[in-house]
């Protein structure tokens, strides 16, 4: 969902890929990190398939058709709305 949103840092998208590896502990994860994890798992929120295209921009699959991403909140207004407040959240910080 990070590459769609852009909440997290890259350290922080780093600190995820260790953390799935097992070379880290859950306590060295950053705030932003577990409050996405924790919005993204209450919702339910599952990301799309998302592929570059030969163009180098990221596409998302919905309906059986490639989408720029750019369109997914848009066509997805409820998972937008779920991660608006964390989103504003962050940016006051």
């Known amino acids: 969902m990070d590459s769609i949103i852009g909440f997290l840092s890259w350290y922080e998208r780093t600190s995820i890929h260790l953390f799935l590896n097992n070379k880290i502990s859950p306590d060295e994860l950053s705030e932003n990190i577990t409050e996405l994890a924790t919005i993204i798992m209450l919702h339910n929120i599952t990301a799309p398939n998302m592929k570059y295209g030969h163009d180098r921009l990221l596409y998302y699959e ?7 991403i750019e369109n997914y909140f ?3 207004p409820e998972i ?3 991660l608006k407040e964390l989103t ?3 940016e006051t910080l």
């Open 80 to 82: 937008l709305h779920k």
């Open 74 to 76: 848009a066509n997805n």
């Open 62 to 68: 919905e309906n059986n058709n490639w989408m720029p």
């Open 88 to 90: 504003i959240k962050n």
